[in-house]
């Protein structure tokens, strides 16, 4: 007995509180299939996004790795010109050189979630006086060059794993409402809905047999 009030209590606050006729149960039938394609979509959705991530993490790792390699390659080279040169003749070789590189970043989407497409160009060096200048002063310049241009690539990845990963995560959300919140209510009160009704259709169907009975005696 108690666990059937117990059952009975929970699906009560399990259902939406509507009222029990016929044009509340067809809205309903209608918006709980609706709301089941809605969460297909979504669980499709959520594959597609693990595909992406899974893409993404292993750009990502591959690209860290060179760059990790490139990074220390370029600090040696940095380090042996600064060796060589000294900081102020560094520095006075720096002035006045452009960037030797062309970056682009342009909005790009995937899947409906925006992030970033950066693409880098390496330029040919500017060239500069050979006066109190080392002959690796070109190699350090091409390694940092060559450092951005990998660093740019992992910056793009990195950012678009973040947010395919947050979104996913937030499908996984919606996805976990609709199928364990919002669809069970809509059933449990489909269910509820036609069961009044038909313990209403019993109750009419008796009170019409014993008015039948009744007056025939």
């Known amino acids: 007995m108690v666990a059937h009030q117990i059952l009975l209590i929970t699906e009560i606050m399990e259902r939406l509180k509507l009222p029990p006729t016929k044009s509340t149960l067809l809205v309903l039938k209608r918006k709980v299939t609706f709301l089941e394609l809605g969460a297909s979509l979504l669980e499709r ?30 600090y040696y080279w940095l380090g042996l010109t600064h060796t060589r040169m000294g900081s102020r003749s560094l520095q006075q070789a720096a002035l006045g050189l452009k960037p030797p590189l062309k970056i682009n970043i342009l909005p790009r989407s995937s899947i409906g979630v925006q ?87 019993r109750n009419t169907l008796f009170q019409i047999k014993l008015l039948r009975e009744r007056s025939q005696v």
């Open 45 to 74: 959705k959520k594959e597609l996004l693990s595909r992406l991530v899974y893409d993404r993490l292993k750009q990502y790792r591959m690209l860290r790795k060179d760059s990790k390699a490139t990074l220390e390659s370029a």
């Open 115 to 201: 992030h970033p497409a950066v693409t880098a160009e390496r330029l040919p060096l500017q060239p500069v006086g050979l006066m109190g200048t080392d002959t690796s002063f070109d190699e350090t310049r091409r390694q940092l060059a060559d450092m951005v241009v990998l660093l740019a690539r992992l910056g793009e990845a990195e950012t678009a794993l973040w947010r395919l990963l947050e979104e996913q995560r937030k499908t996984q959300k919606r996805v976990n409402a609709l199928k364990y919140n919002v669809i069970p209510k809509y059933h449990n009160t489909i269910h509820f809905i036609t069961s009044t009704l038909e313990e209403e259709e």
